[in-house]
């Protein structure tokens, strides 16, 4: 029996409500973002821009995948990188959690 080639690039949409509460639940660390970075940009892949506010650290692709989607309803822009110092992913974004806003 002949197997098809798997198709590869179709994507999949599913609707999730989340919250900032959820949000938050899916960062173990949040930081403010900035060119005090710079000495530090060979830790991450790829290379980040240092123009974004704040980062977020997620444990694994599926809360990278969470996350993204939570800030692409609040409009936001991301850059998605993985932070070889921490062993975990990082999410650049300009958006202010409640933590940051108070």
């Not at 029996?1 to 609707?15: A, E, L, Q």
């Amino acid at each position: 029996m002949r197997r098809s080639p798997r198709k590869v690039g179709k994507g999949m949409s599913i609707n999730i409500q989340m919250t900032e509460e959820d949000f938050d639940n899916l960062v173990h660390t949040s930081m403010e973002w900035g060119n005090h970075w710079k000495e530090q940009i060979n830790r991450f892949h790829p290379i980040p821009m240092l123009e974004w506010k704040y980062a977020y650290w997620v444990d694994d692709y599926s809360a990278v995948l969470l996350a993204r989607a939570f800030l692409t309803t609040q409009n936001q822009e991301t850059q998605t990188l993985y932070d070889r110092a921490f062993g975990s992913w990082l999410i650049l974004t300009n958006y202010a959690t409640e933590t940051w806003r108070s």
